[in-house]
């Protein structure tokens, strides 16, 4: 099963039931008022065919605030430059098939050399296409009235709805200026900007992540206090232990069993493993070997693992 999850990208993402929800209410409301105005303007038909772009924009914008892909000008640019180049292959191309296909291939080309890429231009451009006649009739107009206009109206509700949540900001360079001073006085081991570029150049694809969400990630992990290293005697049963790797080698193991006598570090303790590698499976060691393999101790939250600081015994 852990293989099926792997081919498919299938991963439990740390975000709360809280934060879920708030990325659900902002799209709701921003997607409402599109439709109405959208309605209002080419009908309920073709607005439809338009809105379902601004849909997927709604998925960045207030569930992935932070991402590069959500960030203002990739939104606008996004679908204003897409629009204008489905609206040139619709009005030059007679062979919708391949008027539609075109217009999506130079938008993604277009908006990689512009800095603006925002997946959902690629569908604004085939909507342009493919919207049927009422679309056909606005021409270049489609591309202020309704895209301009449902593009300004999502980006109005990402800055005021995400404003009301400091964790969420929108546009990503506003941020707490107290964190981004605190952040400053961190030690970030000689990291400068010219290295994240080198290293995204080493990639060579685009990667939805942006540099101030990296270092901050970063100092996190590195300003986070270190727990005190595990002692033989701090083993006890019920307790849960990582291994702290990474990828496939990494691993969770619960000890179900363990004799009374708790200062023997040749003391045999019975485990489960329960996460990671070699999950479902059980075994034996000495406390020794135990602590030799685990690095910390963790706790589940929802469907994560976390480190937790301090230690308990048996």
């Given at each position: ?23 659900a209410?902002?799209?709701?409301l ?11 303007l ?17 998925v960045?914008?207030f ?18 430059i ?7 292959c ?15 291939g130079i ?16 569908a ?19 591309a ?14 990402g ?17 707490d ?6 952040a ?5 081991a ?7 570029v ?11 992540v ?6 901050h ?35 969770v ?23 990671g ?5 059980s ?27 301090g230690?308990?015994?048996?």
């Amino acid at each position: 099963m852990k293989i099926l999850y792997k081919i498919i990208g299938l991963s439990n993402t740390p975000v709360s039931h809280i934060e879920k929800i708030i990325s659900a209410i902002g799209g709701f409301l921003a997607i409402l008022s599109i439709l109405i105005i959208s309605q209002w303007l080419v009908g309920a038909y073709a607005a439809a065919i338009i809105v379902a772009s601004m849909g997927a924009s709604a998925v960045l914008l207030f569930a992935v605030p932070h991402g590069p892909l959500s960030q203002p000008w990739p939104v606008l640019g996004g679908h204003v430059i897409s629009a204008l180049i489905g609206i040139t292959c619709a009005q030059f191309i007679s062979n919708e098939i391949f008027a539609a296909s075109l217009a999506v291939g130079i938008a993604i080309a277009a908006m990689y050399y512009l800095q603006c890429i925002h997946p959902p231009g690629g569908a604004t451009a085939l909507s342009a296409v493919m919207g049927g006649e009422s679309i056909h009739a606005l021409g270049y107009q489609y591309a202020v009235t309704p895209v301009l206009l449902n593009v300004l109206i999502i980006l109005f509700f990402g800055v005021l709805f995400n404003a009301f949540f400091h964790w969420r900001r929108y546009p990503a360079f506003w941020f707490d200026k107290k964190t981004e001073k605190e952040a400053s006085n961190k030690v970030r081991a000689n990291i400068t900007h010219e290295d994240f570029v080198y290293a995204l150049t080493e990639i060579d694809s685009f990667i939805d992540v942006n540099e101030q969400d990296l270092l901050h990630i970063y100092e996190l992990v590195m300003g986070k206090p270190q727990a005190h290293a595990l002692k033989p005697e701090n083993l006890f049963v019920g307790g849960y232990y990582s291994n702290g790797q990474y990828g496939n080698d990494w691993a969770v193991r619960q000890i179900v069993d363990s004799p009374e006598n708790k200062r023997q570090a040749d003391d045999i303790v019975i485990y489960k493993i329960v996460a990671g590698h070699g999950r479902r499976s059980s075994a034996y060691s000495s406390r020794n070997d135990f602590l030799r393999w685990a690095k910390h101790q963790v706790i589940r939250e929802e469907d994560n693992w976390k480190r937790i600081d301090g230690s308990h015994s048996i």
